[in-house]
């Protein structure tokens, strides 16, 4: 199946990306004058994007801007949530000043029977989101209902599961306050490039999709070019890479599709064994841009969990670490040489793996390397609205320096939630200067400035921030406020400046997005301990000169830079262990109480804990 979205031709609206429907060609945008009335009401419509799935979320566009990007989880406090985002929708609207009324496009993201048996029985996935987080013990029946889940996940859509995704998402937008819409369904793995390709600032790439499994397929390659995105293969559900991964995530009793990082770091820790000896590798084969598996996902399984019997957990972890890199590397080595182009965009939850994006980011071949930052479900959202973008207007590309999509406070809304805690405070007039004092003295501080962040990592809107250089400090940020396993790394923040002076492979190749893993030179390693893992990479967050950053981050590296010689602090995700990120000025001031941190910076002002 060929699917073609360009500036010129693009899919019948009513469904994007899926087999069997009809293509037309729609007006030329660019040769329409501005002020012709079709391209006024086209580049002026909102259009909203919906996920109602794992990690459930809401965007908003219009014309070539990202005007807005929630995940439901901000707001409803229940992490990867997986209800319909109304209270996205809603925030959304109301930060826009635009009624319900003022959608008139709409995109819903996926559509296989699995997702629409799911929509139709709402308690059937909440089960299974309980059952996954450790919410509540799995019953009797809960092996049976696991295998019979995996099953229907690889049954595609059809006509009758768009038709009865369409009645039922209606419903929920009905409840929402929308009226006089139109609604568009759109391939799961579609959203999953279309992000990538407009968002990498390619004008050729290779664009590539690996996840458990979406509409029935687990991956995709693509060609973008000249703004016209070609799919060219993709890989069944049943040869997933990311369902392979989910069972070893859940076999070593994790949280499968939250806990994979883990798995991850834990591998670091083994001791390496030769590729001729890791039997996971034969289950596997790339061919040519696509990928064919040996067993079933339910074979799969149960390989796995014979070897788990023979082998150390951390032993296990690197087999299927290992067993990701090569086939994955070796698929986009395929693409990046079939179709002719050294600049590659990922998306899609496999590539929330930092190790194996820095592989790829450090092949020959490839000169640029761009992964999507809201790369699992959780961006899909964003996805469907920019697919649907392109195929009404034209939209192909967007600025993408920055991505503080959120929602964003006012001084008065914080200083009137810090009065409500009734928390001593003080307004700073160099609050920069004051937390730079307070980092470099072994202090460990919540911060919240401007608009909060899209996707999973922090990156100085929402962050927990300390020195970088000192063991007792991450130590004591895993023991009192995250209370994450002792292997998994925290993350730095960084200027380019410094990226460039302590990193072997930085190569130019900068990331402002935390998506990549880079290593520290041997020298530089005692002044950020804190933040490198064992094998002595990082995931940094690199801010150049001309990267946006949340009000005064970027600033407050320089104060670091000024202090320790390094433009580096520790950033991780202002939440606590297995909560969302927080959102608002009162969910900061709760995290402070709970963990009983050493400070909160809210804008200018400065909090503690009363004494």
Known sequence: MMVRISKQTGLQPEDLGYPGDSYQNLPDMNRIKADHPLKKSMSEEYILGIWDGHDSGAAIVRSNEILYALNEERLSRRKLEIGFPKLAIAAMLDRLKLTPESISQVAVSTSDFAKTLTRFFPSMKEEYYKIRRRKKRPGLLTPIKKRVKYTL???????????LTRRLVRKELDKCGLKNYELHIVDHHLCHATGAAYCSGFEKAAVITL?????????????????????????SGKESLG???????????MRELEDEGKVMALSTYAYPLPDDQNPMLDWFQVDGLTLHARYGSQRTYQQLKELLWQFPSEQFAYMAQRTLEVKVVELVRNAVRQLKTECVALA??????????????????????????HMGDGGL????????????????????????????????????????????????????????????????????QG????????????????????????????????????????????????????????????DPFMTNAYLVKEEFRDQVRGVIAIDGTCRPQIVSEDTPTSPKFKELLKEMESRTGLGVILNTSFNLHGEPLVCSPSDALRTLRETKADYLVLGDFLVRLPV
Request: glycine share 10%.
């Open 153 to 163: 996940t690889e049954w595609p859509p059809t006509g009758i599961s768009r038709n």
């Open 211 to 235: 996840d458990g499994i979406g509409d029935a397929i687990s991956g995709s390659v693509s060609r973008f070019e000249d703004g016209q995105l070609e799919r060219l293969s993709t890989i």
């Open 243 to 253: 369902i392979f991964f989910e069972h070893v995530t859940n076999l070593m009793n």
């Open 348 to 373: 899609g939850g496999i590539f929330a793996n930092i190790q194996v994006n820095r592989l790829i980011r450090l092949l020959p071949e490839v000169k640029g390397c761009f992964v999507f930052p």
């Open 381 to 448: 959202a964003l996805g469907a609205a920019l697919s649907l973008n392109a195929v009404r207007n034209g939209v192909t590309s967007y600025p993408f320096k920055q991505i503080y999509f959120g929602l964003d406070f006012t001084d008065e809304e914080m200083e009137a939630a810090i009065r409500e805690f009734g928390f001593p405070y003080t307004r700073e007039a160099d609050i920069v200067k004051t937390v730079g004092e307070l980092a470099d003295s072994g202090s460990i501080g919540l911060w919240l």
């Open 451 to 510: 608009r909060m962040e899209f996707g999973p990592r922090a990156l100085g809107a929402r962050s927990i921030i300390a020195h970088p250089g000192r063991e007792k400090i991450k130590d004591d940020l895993n023991l009192r406020l995250k209370r994450r396993v002792w292997y998994q790394p925290f993350c730095p923040s960084m200027l380019q400046s410094t990226a460039e002076r302590i990193f072997y492979d930085f190569h130019g190749q900068s």
